[in-house]
């Protein structure tokens, strides 16, 4: 049924795969080079094939449990970070070889949430990557886990997958994990079934995805539903299927779940204060700004703010929040935070009025605000 909207994928030019632990590892907390040397066969003969492929790997953590002696997947973060350290190394050795034997090099980029949140870090490590491209290099990505910390780390990778597939404006992203597909309820339990499409977020209503997912994996099937979610509205499609189906899904055929693209690519500057911005402050729109920014697509005027929270300057990225909180766009603040507090409740011709010139403009213009 879905097969002709799989062409999406066997068109994709260039692909973000992102593989989990649980596929990488065996019991023991050790790299199962056979079934990371059948995943780089895969994504070898895609280059062969005139594919660009980035590979995210986690598998860190997971891979230094053996080798440290532990028993399972430490939950303290020095552990973690000791784990990640030994177990990045031994990641890195094998994929070097793997993609070896194909002809092929591999480039190891370590990413923290700051290299993704911080605007000017984003640019810098999107040029680092198409620079790895140009040059004919596989980049082989991970979070940067012995330096990461509880309160800025990413946790999984199947967010900074989807970043970093927007952020290259990837033609596809690939997850693949240790269960087939998504499926209507935990995968086994009765009358689960397959889904093989996923049109839009109307799709997704009713699925169970609570469980949690492997015991050597973190986000289960609730971070690759999100970032199925934030990739396809920046125009990526998206497969999740099994790592062992990683040739039939990269190539288009009919297995795991098809996300297919519900945006349009926005510019790389308005991805980013869609998905990976951290802001400091926000401001609160009446129901009319609500309307006029979210169905409209209207620029944001001082006349329907209520509220203005924290603090930002002229040009950061604020959230745009309706007055029960939530969240309904972010935008580049036309103003400070105290300026925007003496301009709210205000209209353009009261503005310039009272406050001059300068202020007889929007708060946010259309063009530097993203809904939602
Ligand atoms: N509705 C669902 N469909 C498919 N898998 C689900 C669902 N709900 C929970 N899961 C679980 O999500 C797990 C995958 O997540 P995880 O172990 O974090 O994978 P990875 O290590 O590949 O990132 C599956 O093993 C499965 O048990
Ligand atoms: N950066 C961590 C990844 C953790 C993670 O997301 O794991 P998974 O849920 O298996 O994709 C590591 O390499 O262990």
Redesign the pocket.
């Known amino acids: 049924m879905s097969e002709h909207l799989r062409h999406v994928m066997a068109h994709a030019r260039r692909v973000v795969v ?6 990488l590892t065996g019991p023991g907390g050790h790299l199962d080079e056979t079934r990371l040397g059948a995943l780089v066969d895969v994504l070898a003969r895609e280059r062969s094939g005139g594919r660009e492929v980035l590979l995210v790997t ?1 598998g860190s953590i997971a891979a230094g449990i053996g080798p440290l002696g532990l028993t399972e997947r430490p939950t303290n973060l020095e552990l973690q970070q000791a784990a990640a350290s030994v177990g990045q190394g031994k990641l890195i050795h094998a994929y070097t070889q793997a993609f070896g034997r194909h002809g092929l090099d591999v480039g190891q980029v370590l990413l923290t949430s700051d290299d993704m949140v911080r605007r000017a870090h984003y640019g810098n490590a999107r040029r680092a990557l198409e620079s790895l491209l140009t040059l004919g290099v596989v980049p082989i990505i991970n979070e940067n886990d012995t330096v990461a910390t509880d309160e800025i780390r990413f946790g ?3 967010r900074l997958a989807a970043l970093v597939a927007t952020a290259i404006a990837a033609d596809a992203l690939v ?5 087939d ?7 086994g339990s009765p009358g ?1 079934h397959r ?1 093989s499409v996923v049109h839009g977020p109307e799709d997704l209503g009713g ?18 539903v999100e970032a199925a979610s934030m990739a396809t509205t920046s125009g990526v499609a998206v497969v999740l299927a099994s ?1 062992k189906d990683a040739g039939p899904a990269v190539a288009g055929e009919d297995v795991g779940t098809l996300f297919l693209p519900t945006g349009k690519r926005d510019t790389t500057r308005l991805q980013w204060l869609a998905h990976a911005a951290r802001t400091r402050g926000g401001i609160v729109l009446d129901d009319g700004a609500v309307r006029a920014v979210v169905s409209r697509r209207a620029s944001l005027l001082a006349a329907g703010v209520v509220e203005v929270r924290g603090q930002f300057e002229a040009g950061e990225p604020v959230d745009l929040l309706a007055t029960d909180g939530t969240l309904v766009a972010r935008g580049f603040a036309g103003f400070s935070a105290e300026e925007a507090g003496q301009m709210m409740g205000m209209s353009t011709d009261a503005l310039g009025e009272t406050l001059g010139e300068h202020y007889a403009r929007e708060l946010i213009h259309i063009d530097h605000l993203v809904v939602l």
């Open positions: 992102k593989v989990g632990s649980s596929s986690s999984d990778n199947d997850l693949l994990t240790d269960v597909a998504l499926y209507t309820a935990v995968p689960a889904i699925i169970d995805i609570s469980r949690r997912g492997s015991s050597v994996g973190t986000g289960g099937m609730i971070t690759k790592a």
